[in-house]
């Protein structure tokens, strides 16, 4: 059974301080690990797809890194709205093509001015 | 505007009522899913269309009954629900047998009286 866990589950951080949040799996073969920002009350809004270990993507102020066993979402410089619930999600190969993801529970990142 | 629109964006229902929820989009995708979000738990998938067929089914009660008549739309048709029911309800798409990613609607917020 896929697992995705996140951590820390809040993170409260000020104006500019940079830091990661994690994200760790295990999945029967990794199709792709997927990164989502959430605004409360909204749906998810995508944000990078990384495929193989040692794989980076960035935008902004964000950066995503992963490994074969976890992915950080770097933080730098970040501002306050930058205060989003964030999500991993991973999808396994299986073969359909048209596989659902599992996620994980979030991480609920505020930024105080 | 993400290219997947839900109505409605709130539902208020009784437990005897009979509701259906709306699902488009207008990414040309050819998969379409159903996913479940409550507080304090990760995002649950419920139903995958691949190409209008369901292939995917992750035990949810015959209460929840989706229809997808073709690769645009999709609908999730609601009957004697109960409370613990009352979440959002996420529609997303995707490009079936392509490493891409889904988007999501903003969802439909449901509250089961």
């Known amino acids: 059974e896929d697992q995705v866990t996140q951590s820390p589950e809040a993170l409260r951080l000020q104006e500019g301080e940079s830091s990661s949040l994690n994200c760790s799996y295990t999945v029967s073969g990794l199709r792709g690990l997927f990164w989502y920002r959430q605004d409360p009350g909204k749906g998810p809004e995508f944000l990078f797809t990384l495929y193989s270990a040692g794989e980076e993507k960035e935008k902004e102020r964000l950066k995503a890194t992963l490994t074969k066993k976890e992915s950080f979402l770097h933080i730098t410089a970040p501002k306050p709205e930058d205060s989003a619930t964030y999500l991993c999600a991973v999808q396994a190969f299986r073969g359909g093509g048209a596989d659902g993801l599992t996620f994980g529970k979030g991480t609920h990142l505020i930024i105080q001015p | 505007e993400t290219g997947v629109t839900q109505t409605p964006r709130h539902l208020v229902m009784g437990m005897t009522n009979k509701k259906s929820l709306k699902c488009e989009q207008h990414l040309g995708h050819n998969a379409m899913y159903w996913y479940k979000q409550s507080a304090k738990k990760p995002l649950e998938l419920m139903f995958v269309?691949?190409?209008?067929?369901?292939?995917e089914n992750n035990s949810v009660p015959s209460r929840f009954s989706p229809e997808c008549p073709n690769s645009s739309h999709l609908f999730l048709h609601l009957h004697t629900l109960q409370p613990e029911d009352s979440a959002l309800y996420l529609c997303a798409s995707s490009q079936a047998h392509l490493n891409t990613e889904a988007f999501f609607g903003q969802g439909t917020r449901l509250t089961v009286v």
């Open positions: 269309y691949s190409l209008e067929e369901r292939v």
